[in-house]
């Protein structure tokens, strides 16, 4: 397959070929004077944001920020080959949310399409690095798109955002699963994404008159504001039979993920209530708790053995919380808060540290329904703040964003904390933890010229032990 249907799809995609043999074939008897000929915006809209939680609940972000643990044919959390190829993206869903834009059923459709369509860039540049972003989704008009590095792609997203923000106006929003077409919290999603991409940033930009703290600041006092509650947080609210839970998919016949003993052991470290929430005892559900984490990155031989001589091992997720219905976190006050923390820690804003850390602390704890963490937890030597702050601002970050691999690798890609041992039965060469995918092999067939430019841009070329742009 061509990168021009790649990237860009054709009419022929849009419309479907029919069982004719050649194009003479085509004609007007082929065509139905009652059919529509022009997409349904709103049940693309509906599509593409259910789809957003595959993103969240990746595994195999999972295994990398050690979130999970493989209990049964290990591979991934061993650090095989990541070599996927990202296509399937541009003509699924990212097609999709550009046909709105095209169409422009509303300005506001079209603006939420784009606040989605940057969420799934973002996904996408931080597992690969550089890739098609400004020449995409342009059909044939651009065959073979660019790769851009990831420093463009990052401003060109978080311009998106801000763009985003400023064009909604009164226009109706059908099809929107997640807030039901309301403009004030799209707003909020927008300046929260923004304001994460922003911070992820810091190790490139760390001055407080830097582009990072500058966009920073901008999306924290953006118009219609940011996610400050966990009622106004980004999330999918699963229904069944239409849309499942993922993670209650895992379960579903099959037990290859446990919450990794990584997890577990933190958490009981830090006396940390969430440790009855993130972990249960059963494949089938209820509200039994297990605090028994699976060892990580060992062999199928050891994992197999460790399962077997504990039935109770911990479950990704409480039974009760990964049910068909359960619903799945994108963006979090908690998320919003801890980066705020972050920023303020770095001297980009004025904010009190102590104060929005608390804060988004408390909030992840209050999203999952559990008490407010008592003074006791804030003063333990291992939370309290004045010394250390990095690494106890990104441990908070790291456990508050469980069970979104991607946020978790994130975090420790970026600070390094908290420290993670590699996978004792590691398989790659250098037996270091992934830093990011390799390219597909169809991307060297396809597009060898650019993907070649991208590659001589990755320190260590295409190698899961090279580190993306904002990891440098």
């Not at 009419?11 to 065509?31: A, R």
């Not at 944001?49 to 999970?68: I, K, P």
């Not at 923390?341 to 329904?369: M, R």
């Not at 060297?444 to 090279?466: C, F, H, I, M, W």
Request: proline share 4%; aromatic share 12%.
């Amino acid at each position: 397959m061509k990168n021009k249907l790649i990237y860009g799809l054709t009419f022929l995609i849009v419309f479907g070929m029919s069982s004719c043999e050649k194009l003479s074939d085509f004609g007007d008897t082929n065509v139905n004077p009652a059919a529509t000929t022009e997409p349904n915006a709103s049940a693309l809209l509906t599509n593409s944001l259910a789809g957003l939680g595959n993103w969240t609940t990746s595994r195999q972000l999972g295994y990398y920020a050690q979130y999970f643990s493989e209990t049964q044919y290990p591979s991934v959390s061993l650090y095989a080959l990541p070599q996927s190829s990202f296509s399937g993206n541009y003509s699924g869903t990212l097609y999709d949310l550009q046909n709105i834009i095209n169409i422009t059923p509303s300005k506001n459709m079209a603006a939420v399409s784009n606040i989605v369509k940057q969420f799934i860039f973002w996904q996408m540049t931080d597992r690969w690095g550089d890739i098609p972003y400004s020449q995409a989704l342009k059909g044939i008009e651009v065959g073979k798109p660019k790769y851009d590095s990831q420093e463009e792609i990052y401003k060109g997203m978080i311009k998106a955002l801000a763009d985003a923000v400023a064009a909604f106006d009164n226009s109706a929003i059908s099809g929107d699963i997640l807030y039901n077409g309301n403009i004030d919290s799209w707003k909020k999603a927008a300046n929260s994404m923004r304001m994460l991409m922003s911070i992820q940033l810091s190790k490139k930009y760390p001055s407080a008159s830097g582009y990072a703290a500058t966009e920073f600041k901008a999306a924290l006092a953006g118009n219609g504001g940011y996610i400050s509650t966990n009622s106004q947080n980004l999330k999918i609210k699963y229904s069944a039979p239409n849309y499942k839970n993922p993670v209650w998919g895992w379960y579903n016949g099959r037990a290859d993920d446990g919450e990794s003993k990584t997890m577990t052991d933190m958490l009981s470290m830090l006396s940390d209530a969430r440790i009855d929430i993130y972990g249960g005892n059963s494949h089938t559900g209820g509200t039994g708790s297990s605090t028994v984490g699976v060892p990580y990155g060992l062999n199928e031989s050891k994992s197999r053995a460790f399962v077997n001589a504990n039935a109770g091992w911990a479950r990704v997720l409480r039974g009760d919380l990964r049910t068909e219905g359960s619903t799945a976190f994108l963006i979090t006050a908690a998320q919003i808060a801890l980066a705020r923390a972050e920023a303020a820690n770095l001297g980009w804003t004025t904010e009190s540290v102590s104060d929005v850390y608390k804060q988004g602390i408390t909030l992840s704890f209050t999203q999952w329904d559990l008490p407010a963490p008592s003074v006791g937890y804030f003063n333990s030597a291992d939370i309290a703040l004045g010394t250390d702050n990095v690494k106890k601002i990104a441990t908070q970050q790291w456990i508050a964003s469980y069970p979104d691999g991607h946020m978790g690798w994130n975090v420790w890609r970026k600070t390094g904390f908290p420290v993670l041992t590699p996978a004792p039965d590691a398989v790659n060469t250098s037996k270091q933890i992934v830093r990011r995918f390799t390219y597909a092999a169809s991307e060297y067939t396809n597009n060898p010229e650019l993907v070649k430019e991208a590659v001589d841009r990755l320190p260590g070329g295409d190698k899961q032990d090279s580190k993306v742009w904002w990891d440098q």
